[in-house]
């Protein structure tokens, strides 16, 4: 398994429009995708930085996985992600190295990817992603 880029580095918020003005305001930058994802109950924007994103995850309900993540430690950084070419051999890698997996299976996520996640108990206590991106 090779790791190909930092696809983004997520980070939790509150207010989606409050956080998207505030990185316009002070960094000068603008998304390039915002979408309601309802399958991981988040609304968020991916804004460019170099050859990857600062992802912003608003919850849709304070019961997801962000806004409990919320609830419990406030805005802040949520996950890292990496992008690979074949998630599901990174994932056959993982398996193999005793990682514990919270995604055994890829699912959809923003922006049409092939997500799945790595348990922040796995290494470092640091949430990972693992993003395969579409063709195009």
């Known amino acids: 398994m090779k790791l190909l880029n930092l696809d983004h580095v997520a980070i939790a918020v509150w207010n989606l429009d409050a956080a998207i003005a505030g990185y316009r305001d002070r960094y000068g930058v603008e998304p390039l995708w915002r979408e309601v994802v309802e399958a991981q109950g988040v609304e968020e924007a ?3 930085v170099g050859g990857s994103f600062v992802q912003l995850l608003q919850p849709l309900t304070p019961d997801s996985p962000v806004g409990r993540f919320l609830e419990r430690r406030g805005e802040g950084l949520h996950h ?3 992008a690979v070419v074949d998630i599901e051999a990174a994932l056959d890698h993982l398996r193999a190295e005793g990682a514990r997996l919270i995604d055994e299976v890829p699912r959809i996520g ?3 990817a092939r997500i799945a996640f790595v348990h922040p108990a796995d290494l470092a206590g640091t949430l990972v992603e ?3 991106l579409p063709d195009g």
Request: hydrophobic fraction near 60%; aromatic fraction near 8%.
């Open 110 to 112: 923003g922006r049409g």
């Open 130 to 132: 693992l993003v395969e």
């Open 80 to 82: 890292v992600a990496f």
């Open 46 to 48: 991916m804004l460019p």
